[in-house]
């Protein structure tokens, strides 16, 4: 195989190395570029989702500005004429260090300054887009000046483009299934920033022979991949400090599924579940919303006997299930299996549902509520629907009328279904939404609602084929709801009551636009 000749004009490979090894190295560089590029376009959405909410706002405008950016930094290549190593090198280095700095200090910012985190995303997304807009540009021109000898232009662009697309599909593909899980959003960025900077060591070193100032580009490479390899290290106490700051509670548990981040926390006040920044429950006062949610249809069936929980992987729900004696099987539906495994085996919060996960009469589905529906033929006395609020789109279609429709063909002759449905006083035309939704497919909705402090007032909706009744009758043990009381659930003030509402249909999901709408209002 033929050396290829340094050339002090044109930039060569250091004299002695082969044709191949280079070629092969600028390849194996665009692959790790594209991916790099990739995952950090992904962790700003995933980060912004998590923390700003309505995933598909936040991926479709962080998506938009950063190929945006990409276009920008594409065109400025162009005045990037002499010393491309020397550039590409030190490109390389600020992506590894904006780009894997990126989640921490986004996750940082959002804890001590969370009203100008939107403001810095976008810059930041700006200022890594333009950065790797100029990297594959600059790699097809140092292939062309080395080997133009040895590919057409046609070829070259073939070339790069395939192994781009290729680390982009890797990194696709490995982001939500092993990334997020294994390492978290914040290592998962350093780990990327590393591999920028170990293509620009590589750069170093094959292009050894041609760098001016080459040990100014070793100390810069050096402190580079010291300083990510710093964070790397410490971001475990980096994530700990921000979520604490944020949650202000001391936090037990905090991980990262495909799904969500799961977060945790306990203080002498008591435990709280957050879901993507978002509180679930309190355990002070958890019991009045898992009693109003539950028992109101129970006790209404009469004697259920099988009964299915859709949502709700804390077991709370269940919990208040299996209070009435003649259920025989409950049925529970949870997407996320990080969430039914930590209930199911943490002492702090298996105390809390009082191991209903572990109870013989519970069978436990990890699956998408809507599909499995979808395939499953039971029917149920009783379908309990405890979804998170529909913060974005995903979420947004369990509360549709061809969800709806699904729990209706699930339902037992006389069976009820009970969604919860968010604040009628805070959200009130989201609210009233559900019951339009719930009565566009022929069902009647009885609406209620339950003071809950770490809520304020929140409503849920009961859906049948025949009128809901009040019951005689409620399960002993209950702390908030009485026979005596229970029909002062069902009455709303002039504050809260009936507002003119569209159905919310798959295809349009107004729901998710009225409800961001609305709670958007409480945080101005």
């Given at each position: 195989?033929?050396?290829?000749?340094?050339?002090?004009?044109?930039?060569?490979?250091?004299?002695?190395?082969?044709?191949?090894?280079?070629?092969?190295a600028l390849l194996a560089s665009?692959?790790?570029?594209?991916?790099?590029?990739?995952?950090?376009?992904?962790?700003?959405?995933?980060?912004?989702?998590?923390?700003?909410?309505?995933?598909?706002?936040?991926?479709?405008?962080?998506?938009?500005?950063?190929?945006?950016?990409?276009?920008?930094?594409?065109?400025?290549?162009?005045?990037?004429?002499?010393?491309?190593?020397?550039?590409?090198?030190?490109?390389?280095?600020?992506?590894?260090?904006?780009?894997?700095?990126?989640?921490?200090?986004?996750?940082?910012?959002?804890?001590?300054?969370?009203?100008s985190f939107r403001f810095a995303?976008?810059?930041?997304?700006?200022?890594?887009?333009?950065?790797?807009?100029?990297?594959?540009?600059?790699?097809?021109?140092?292939?062309?000046?080395?080997?133009?000898?040895?590919?057409?232009?046609?070829?070259?662009?073939?070339?790069?483009?395939?192994?781009?697309?290729?680390?982009?599909?890797?990194?696709?593909?490995?982001?939500?299934?092993?990334?997020?899980?294994?390492?978290?959003?914040?290592?998962?960025?350093?780990?990327?920033?590393?591999?920028?900077?170990?293509?620009?060591?590589?750069?170093?070193?094959?292009?050894?022979?041609?760098?001016?100032?080459?040990?100014?580009?070793?100390?810069?490479?050096?402190?580079?991949?010291?300083?990510?390899?710093?964070?790397?290290?410490?971001?475990?106490?980096?994530?700990?400090?921000?979520?604490?700051?944020?949650?202000?509670?001391?936090?037990?548990?905090?991980?990262?599924?495909?799904?969500?981040?799961?977060?945790?926390?306990?203080?002498?006040?008591?435990?709280?579940?957050?879901?993507?920044?978002?509180?679930?429950?309190?355990?002070?006062?958890?019991?009045?919303?898992?009693?109003?949610?539950?028992?109101?249809?129970?006790?209404?069936?009469?004697?259920?006997?099988?009964?299915?929980?859709?949502?709700?992987?804390?077991?709370?729900?269940?919990?208040?299930?299996?209070?009435?004696?003649?259920?025989?099987?409950?049925?529970?539906?949870?997407?996320?299996?990080?969430?039914?495994?930590?209930?199911?085996?943490?002492?702090?919060?298996?105390?809390?549902?009082?191991?209903?996960?572990?109870?013989?009469?519970?069978?436990?589905?990890?699956?998408?509520?809507?599909?499995?529906?979808?395939?499953?033929?039971?029917?149920?006395?009783?379908?309990?629907?405890?979804?998170?609020?529909?913060?974005?789109?995903?979420?947004?279609?369990?509360?549709?009328?061809?969800?709806?429709?699904?729990?209706?063909?699930?339902?037992?002759?006389?069976?009820?279904?009970?969604?919860?449905?968010?604040?009628?006083?805070?959200?009130?035309?989201?609210?009233?939404?559900?019951?339009?939704?719930?009565?566009?497919?022929?069902?009647?909705?009885?609406?209620?609602?339950?003071?809950?402090?770490?809520?304020?007032?929140?409503?849920?909706?009961?859906?049948?084929?025949?009128?809901?009744?009040?019951?005689?009758?409620?399960?002993?043990?209950?702390?908030?709801?009485?026979?005596?009381?229970?029909?002062?659930?069902?009455?709303?003030?002039?504050?809260?009551?009936?507002?003119?509402?569209?159905?919310?249909?798959?295809?349009?999901?107004?729901?998710?636009?009225?409800?961001?709408?609305?709670?958007?209002?409480?945080?101005?």
């Amino acid at each position: 195989m033929a050396d290829l000749p340094a050339d002090a004009a044109d930039g060569g490979v250091a004299r002695g190395e082969p044709i191949r090894a280079a070629e092969v190295a600028l390849l194996a560089s665009v692959f790790v570029v594209a991916a790099c590029g990739l995952l950090y376009e992904l962790a700003a959405g995933a980060l912004a989702s998590y923390l700003l909410g309505d995933s598909v706002l936040q991926f479709s405008t962080v998506i938009g500005a950063y190929l945006f950016a990409m276009g920008v930094g594409s065109y400025l290549s162009r005045f990037l004429d002499r010393q491309l190593v020397a550039h590409f090198l030190r490109i390389e280095l600020l992506v590894g260090l904006t780009g894997g700095l990126l989640p921490a200090a986004l996750f940082a910012l959002h804890s001590v300054a969370a009203g100008s985190f939107r403001f810095a995303l976008y810059l930041m997304v700006l200022a890594v887009g333009t950065l790797v807009g100029l990297e594959i540009p600059l790699v097809m021109r140092i292939l062309k000046r080395h080997f133009r000898d040895r590919y057409a232009l046609k070829d070259l662009v073939s070339q790069v483009l395939t192994f781009d697309y290729l680390g982009a599909l890797a990194v696709a593909v490995a982001f939500p299934l092993i990334l997020v899980p294994q390492l978290g959003l914040i290592r998962t960025g350093l780990f990327f920033g590393l591999l920028n900077a170990a293509v620009a060591l590589w750069a170093l070193w094959l292009f050894r022979g041609e760098l001016r100032g080459l040990r100014w580009h070793a100390l810069a490479c050096a402190l580079t991949l010291a300083v990510l390899g710093a964070a790397f290290a410490a971001a475990e106490h980096v994530t700990r400090w921000a979520e604490d700051r944020f949650y202000g509670d001391h936090i037990v548990y905090s991980e990262s599924s495909p799904y969500q981040r799961v977060v945790v926390t306990s203080s002498p006040a008591g435990v709280r579940l957050f879901l993507n920044g978002n509180l679930q429950f309190h355990s002070r006062d958890e019991y009045r919303y898992h009693e109003a949610l539950v028992h109101p249809a129970m006790a209404a069936m009469g004697a259920p006997r099988r009964v299915l929980v859709l949502g709700g992987g804390d077991g709370m729900a269940v919990r208040e299930v299996l209070k009435h004696r003649s259920v025989e099987a409950v049925t529970l539906v949870e997407l996320d299996p990080h969430m039914t495994t930590l209930f199911a085996e943490a002492p702090l919060l298996r105390g809390l549902n009082q191991d209903a996960l572990h109870s013989p009469r519970l069978t436990v589905v990890n699956a998408d509520a809507f599909a499995w529906l979808q395939q499953d033929a039971g029917r149920y006395d009783v379908i309990v629907v405890d979804f998170p609020d529909p913060t974005n789109f995903s979420i947004g279609k369990l509360y549709t009328s061809t969800f709806y429709q699904l729990v209706d063909e699930h339902l037992a002759a006389g069976g009820y279904a009970v969604v919860q449905t968010t604040s009628p006083l805070i959200a009130r035309r989201s609210f009233w939404t559900v019951v339009a939704t719930i009565e566009s497919i022929g069902l009647t909705a009885t609406p209620y609602h339950a003071h809950v402090p770490s809520f304020g007032e929140w409503g849920f909706v009961v859906a049948s084929r025949r009128p809901w009744r009040l019951p005689a009758a409620l399960p002993e043990g209950l702390r908030f709801l009485s026979a005596e009381g229970l029909p002062a659930l069902f009455s709303f003030p002039p504050d809260m009551a009936r507002v003119p509402a569209e159905p919310n249909r798959l295809s349009n999901q107004l729901l998710v636009h009225l409800f961001e709408e609305e709670w958007g209002r409480v945080h101005q």
